[in-house]
């Protein structure tokens, strides 16, 4: 193993790293990226890894379209009175380990990852 005292990788932008990367010491991934709505608001592909706050006083829906990427994930935070549901497109499947599609109240955060095409698991604090 040799050490430096400079950084050996420094990346502006994205990286494909192939095989393995071993840290030593600190290591600072990227900070989420919020985005903000306060009405319906439908995913797209830049919206992987950020998280998505909805701040409405009364309820709204997120959709979830097809052609996301397997691997696609998001947070959603629900700020405001109004419940959030999380709905797929027509070919989406959206499973939850209570079958439920909506965020519990004011507050909730909730995750959706993309398993497979089309087929996303809700998680985190739903509720009906």
């Known amino acids: ?37 306060t009405t319906n608001y439908t995913l797209v592909v830049a919206d992987t890894g950020k998280t998505i706050t909805i701040n409405s006083g009364s309820a709204v829906t997120l959709t979830v379209p097809t052609g996301l990427p397997v691997g696609f994930n998001v947070d959603i935070i629900q700020l405001g009175a109004g419940q959030i549901t999380v709905s797929g497109a ?19 955060v909730v995750s959706l990852l993309s398993r497979a095409a089309d087929l996303f698991i809700l998680s985190g604090d739903t509720g009906v």
């Open 1 to 37: 193993v040799q050490t430096c005292a400079l950084p050996i990788l420094d990346v502006n932008g994205s990286a494909i790293i192939s095989g393995s990367l071993i840290v030593s010491g600190a290591f600072y991934g990227n900070l989420t990226q919020i985005s903000s709505s």
């Open 90 to 108: 027509v070919g989406v499947t959206i499973n939850n380990r209570q079958s439920h599609t909506k965020t519990a109240g004011q507050y909730a």
